[in-house]
């Protein structure tokens, strides 16, 4: 099995949520898989960098926030 890079992740998150609204990651990848547990460990990787954004504003750079399974994410428009 190869592993899916950043870009896969993202595109897969972006066709599964149709591009709207806020979602839980694990509901996004929500099975016991080994390559959705590691579409997950990406969304980690694509909060960081600022390509899934938080609902919740917390005033923290990108780099600075981690995955809280409690809250929602979406997809980042850059113009």
């Not at 806020?22 to 579409?39: A, C, E, G, K, P």
Request: charged share 20%; glycine share 6%; aromatic share 12%.
């Amino acid at each position: 099995m190869t592993l899916p890079t950043l870009d896969q992740t993202e595109g897969i998150w972006i066709g599964r949520t149709n591009d709207q609204g806020y979602h839980y990651i694990q509901d996004v990848f929500s099975s016991d898989t080994s390559r959705d547990l590691y579409h997950q460990t990406n969304c980690s990787m694509l909060i960081a960098r600022g390509s899934l954004l938080p609902e919740s504003r917390d005033g923290l750079a990108p780099a600075q926030r981690i995955w809280q399974r409690t809250q929602r994410y979406k997809q980042a428009f850059y113009i």
